[in-house]
């Protein structure tokens, strides 16, 4: 079946950091991919998508570009903040969202 | 634009006890998904509700069942509560389209079982 898997953390960086999660998945067909967002005690924010292969999903400073021949959707930010401490889950949409499981960023002053 | 709501935002049982949670898509959307985030996981997919119907389901016991209402609102029950029930449950809504995978769920704050 469809799967995602994820880059293990926790992750700690400084403020201004350059931060890379790695995803890659295993799915038949192309299925749209997904990065949510979910800060502490909160639900799931959509952060980016990608529909196709080469499309590159941005938001906030944060992208992914949907690769086809290394079946991966890492997310990279160029410069975080603390206000980007939260966890992140990558997820790909085959009518219903398989996640990875998740990487906890912590982003320290 | 109200977005995806969900009550009550915490719920406390006991073993064995039955419980309904509740969703409210956000405006305009047409299909309702339900997951289940234990502590420390990524969320998994309980099922998901369209056209008042369940068109696909995950790997739950029948305990977990659902339904959806005219105006797409959706409740989840589960009934004979076990402690490996506590959990984060979360709602999503989205418009249908016609390919597979291609439209976008947005998730509600979520409402946080615990069995005692």
């Known amino acids: 079946g469809n799967s995602v898997t994820q880059m293990e953390g926790p992750v700690t960086l400084s403020e201004e950091a350059f931060l890379t999660i790695n995803c890659t998945y295993t799915a038949t067909g192309y299925p749209s991919l997904f990065w949510y967002v979910q800060y502490p005690g909160e639900g799931l924010q959509l952060l980016l998508k990608?529909?196709?292969?080469?499309d590159k999903g941005s938001n906030k400073g944060f992208e992914a570009t949907y690769r086809k021949e290394t079946t991966s959707f890492h997310l990279e930010k160029g410069s975080v903040q603390v206000s980007d401490s939260a966890v992140y889950f990558c997820?790909?949409?085959?009518?219903?969202?398989?996640f990875g499981a998740g990487t906890t960023v912590t982003v320290r002053a | 634009d109200a977005g995806v709501t969900q009550s009550p935002t915490h719920l406390i049982k006991t073993r064995g006890q039955q419980v309904t949670l509740r969703c409210s898509p956000k405006?305009?959307?047409?299909?309702v998904s339900w997951y289940q985030q234990a502590l420390g996981q990524g969320p998994q997919f309980i099922f998901q509700y369209y056209e008042e119907e369940e068109r696909q389901r995950g790997n739950f016991p029948d305990r977990f069942s659902g339904h959806q209402f005219p105006n797409y609102s959706s409740e989840l029950n589960v009934n004979a509560l076990l402690l490996g029930d506590s959990a984060l449950y979360l709602c999503?809504?989205?418009?249908?389209?016609?390919?597979?995978?291609?439209?976008?769920?947005?998730f509600g704050p979520g409402t946080r079982l615990l069995v005692l």
């Open positions: 990608a529909t196709k292969a080469d």
């Open positions: 997820a790909l949409n085959d009518y219903k969202l398989s």
């Open positions: 999503a809504s989205s418009l249908a389209s016609g390919g597979a995978g291609e439209e976008t769920q947005y």
């Open positions: 405006s305009g959307h047409d299909t």
